[in-house]
């Protein structure tokens, strides 16, 4: 186990930050090449899209919301004030790979999720569109695909193309589990909230708002099992850790 210090920044902990940062930089100061190369090749499309490449399960996770600084700033205000202490406590090697296998596993999560949802998704808006219901539209579709109509053909390939997340969350909302896990006790505070909450509990509240948010499909564009997918990745790779006694 290495010793902490809170004065010290580890390196893992800040060239990730640094590499998420200079890549948005270039997304917001170059909106044109982020819509058109970095997004498009990099963002994690849905698997049974055209635009879909494996290499996006690893590369989404360094991209941010171009339009807005909130989204990487967040995500880069969480990395630093928990991973730089799972860092000086794991290592830099295992912090790294613990933070690669829950960016990669909300990823896989979310891909999962699609699989699922976007059908449905597809035939609830297009159903809106027409004024029908959701069963008549299905069963029009259905028709229609087996007819061979071209035109419902189209429309799913692009409703696939467009499905997109990006962000380090995933990876994130991981590192808050880790720590949570290792500092079950440790204190924490919530913006604007002068009462402690000790990290288990803290943590667990925000599993359960994923959770709830994600089923209840709220419409906010946040891939909420993306966060819980980081959370669960991290999960089994803690739990396979501590079984062969190589947690610390």
């Not at 044109?32 to 996770?61: C, E, R, S, V």
């Not at 995500?75 to 794991?90: A, C, D, H, K, T």
């Not at 569109?129 to 799913?156: E, P, S, W, Y």
Request: net charge positive; with cysteine.
């Amino acid at each position: 186990m290495n010793s902490y210090s809170p004065t010290n920044w580890p390196p893992v902990t800040k060239n990730l930050i640094i590499i998420n940062v200079l890549i948005w930089l270039v997304e917001y100061l170059f909106p044109g090449f982020a819509n058109n190369a970095i997004l498009k090749y990099g963002g994690l499309h849905f698997w049974g899209a055209d635009n879909f490449n494996p290499l996006q399960l690893f590369t989404y996770m360094f991209l941010h919301a171009p339009r807005s600084p909130y989204h990487v700033l967040f995500n880069m205000f969480s990395l630093w004030m928990f991973g730089r202490m799972m860092e000086q406590v794991w290592g830099s090697k295992r912090f790294l790979i613990y933070y690669l296998v829950c960016g990669v596993g909300a990823a896989f999560v979310q891909e999962v999720v699609w699989a699922m949802t976007w059908k449905h998704d597809y035939l609830t808006e297009i159903a809106k569109l027409n004024g029908m219901t959701f069963d008549h539209m299905k069963q029009i579709v259905d028709q229609a695909v087996a007819a061979g109509d071209g035109r419902f053909v189209r429309g799913m390939a692009e409703m696939k193309s467009s499905m997109m997340t990006i962000g380090a969350s995933g990876a994130v909302f991981g590192i808050l589990l880790g720590f949570a896990f290792m500092f079950p006790n440790l204190p924490l505070y919530l913006f604007f909230i002068p009462i402690p909450i000790k990290a288990k509990y803290m943590v667990a509240g925000y599993a359960v708002l994923e959770f709830f948010f994600g089923v209840g499909r709220v419409a906010d564009s946040v891939a909420h099992f993306a966060h819980l997918g980081g959370m669960i990745f991290g999960l089994i790779l803690l739990l396979y850790w501590k079984k062969k006694g190589e947690l610390l």
